[in-house]
């Protein structure tokens, strides 16, 4: 990272570090903002969707059933992003029956991450600096880079560029930790103010972009910054439900996220990196709506098929419960239905006769059945990718560090 790289206006932002080298500061951000056309248009688009999104209850019987794997799918597709090869049904398996071997262990990875968010969603703090380092904590604790201080701002200087490279090679160094702390309470500051001119939409994408750019963590940090992107939806109440996920579209145009976070930093455009959240944010409230009505569909016709055979009300129970759990055991469907060990495995059997079930090969005992339908449409992918695949150059790469004396 040079001083040339920075557009002038952007370089009173610099500071110089040992070695001759400079580290960005990000200014606080603002309340108001100039949009281009092109970004008020988008904003307009993301607003109309995440207004479609939040009317899904109203259609759906019980939207609570899409909550839980749609959380699963974006763990999966935030952790995929740096580098991870779960899938989103080797952690339902995982979850189902946790002592059975996936051959994967990026697991606990994503898992992590599904706890982080389920911990910080009920929890009634406002989010601010306390939370971030929960949600750290619980993200890295016993997984890889779990020796790199969890929940626990950095105390040494921090760098992106390629795995192995040195900092005089960073693609980008983000504040001191001198600067970092004061950058870090304009954040919570930012967060929590009211009588902001700009809209919410607006104002939380700022906010990812700052979070990025103030690095806080040694390891981590971009999943927590789109782990604070789907809490802040929630939390200042543009969706009630978390049903809105953005690491799809940051997985598929990852050249673009960091072309557009690199940009905001070196050009000042935060007008350019606003219109590609947005747009992203239009991208994936449209796919939650098309794949809520998807899975909608599926239930209809599944409970259409045991109303055809006269199956009893436990069966069609199960069928509502198999939408949030696609991936079962016999305990869990007696837990599920409280009905005995001996009528969970009826239930569960005449839902694999229905071919609504299928049983996972490979256990005698313990044995568990999968939802085939339904985890293939919660894993489609609704949209073609846009983009070759590239090695990630986050997670993985930002774990370079040194220590500035």
């Given at each position: 990272m040079h001083k040339d790289d920075f557009a002038p206006q952007m370089q009173e932002h610099l500071v110089s570090i040992p070695g001759g080298l400079w580290a960005f500061v990000p200014p606080p951000l603002p309340d108001h903002i100039e949009m281009s056309l092109s970004t008020v248009s988008a904003l307009a688009d993301a607003s109309v969707a995440v207004?479609?999104?939040?009317?899904?209850?109203?259609?759906?019987?019980?939207?609570?059933?899409?909550?839980?794997?749609?959380?699963?799918?974006?763990?999966?597709?935030?952790?995929?992003?740096?580098?991870?090869?779960?899938?989103?049904?080797?952690?339902?398996l995982y979850e189902a029956a946790p002592s059975r071997p996936t051959g994967n262990d990026d697991v606990r990875e994503v898992v992590n991450y599904v706890r982080a968010l389920e911990?910080?969603?009920?929890?009634?703090?406002?989010?601010?600096?306390?939370?971030?380092?929960?949600?750290?904590?619980?993200?890295?604790?016993?997984?890889?880079?779990?020796?790199?201080?969890?929940?626990?701002f950095r105390q040494d200087q921090n760098y992106i560029g390629q795995h192995g490279t040195p900092i005089d090679q960073a693609t980008y160094i983000p504040p001191p930790v001198f600067h970092m702390h004061p950058a870090l309470e304009a954040l919570e500051g930012y967060l929590s103010r009211t009588g902001s001119e700009l809209p919410l939409l607006a104002k939380i994408g700022l906010s990812h972009y700052q979070f990025e750019a103030i690095h806080p963590f040694l390891d981590g940090n971009g999943r927590v910054g789109r782990l604070l992107l789907s809490l802040l939806l929630v939390k200042l109440g543009l969706i009630e439900q978390p049903m809105l996920y953005l690491s799809a579209y940051f997985e598929r145009e990852r050249d673009s996220y960091y072309a557009r976070l690199g940009a905001a930093s070196k050009e000042g455009d935060l007008d350019g990196w606003l219109r590609f959240f947005l747009t992203g944010?239009?991208?994936?409230?449209?796919?939650?709506?098309?794949?809520?009505?998807?899975?909608?569909?599926?239930?209809?016709?599944?409970?259409?098929?045991?109303?055809?055979?006269?199956?009893?009300?436990?069966?069609?129970?199960?069928?509502?419960?198999?939408?949030?759990?696609?991936?079962?055991?016999?305990?869990?469907?007696?837990?599920?239905?409280?009905v005995t060990y001996r009528a969970a495995s009826l239930n569960v059997g005449k839902l694999v006769e229905a071919g609504i079930l299928e049983e996972l090969p490979g256990r005698e005992r313990n044995r568990v059945f999968a939802a085939r339908e339904i985890l293939r449409l919660l894993d489609a992918s609704l949209k073609p990718a846009a983009r070759t695949h590239h090695p990630p150059d986050t997670e993985e790469n930002e774990q370079q560090t040194l220590r500035l004396t």
């Open positions: 207004g479609r999104l939040s009317g899904v209850g109203q259609w759906m019987p019980n939207p609570y059933l899409l909550i839980r794997p749609f959380l699963r799918r974006e763990a999966v597709l935030s952790s995929r992003i740096e580098g991870t090869q779960a899938s989103l049904s080797d952690v339902m911990a910080a969603l009920p929890d009634p703090r406002p989010i601010g600096l306390a939370a971030i380092r929960q949600l750290h904590h619980i993200l890295m604790t016993g997984v890889r880079g779990h020796e790199r201080s969890p929940g626990e944010v239009c991208d994936q409230a449209d796919d939650a709506v098309a794949r809520a009505s998807r899975l909608f569909q599926l239930r209809e016709s599944y409970h259409q098929r045991l109303q055809a055979a006269r199956a009893s009300s436990l069966p069609i129970r199960l069928v509502d419960e198999l939408f949030a759990t696609p991936i079962l055991t016999i305990p869990r469907a007696r837990d599920m239905l409280s």
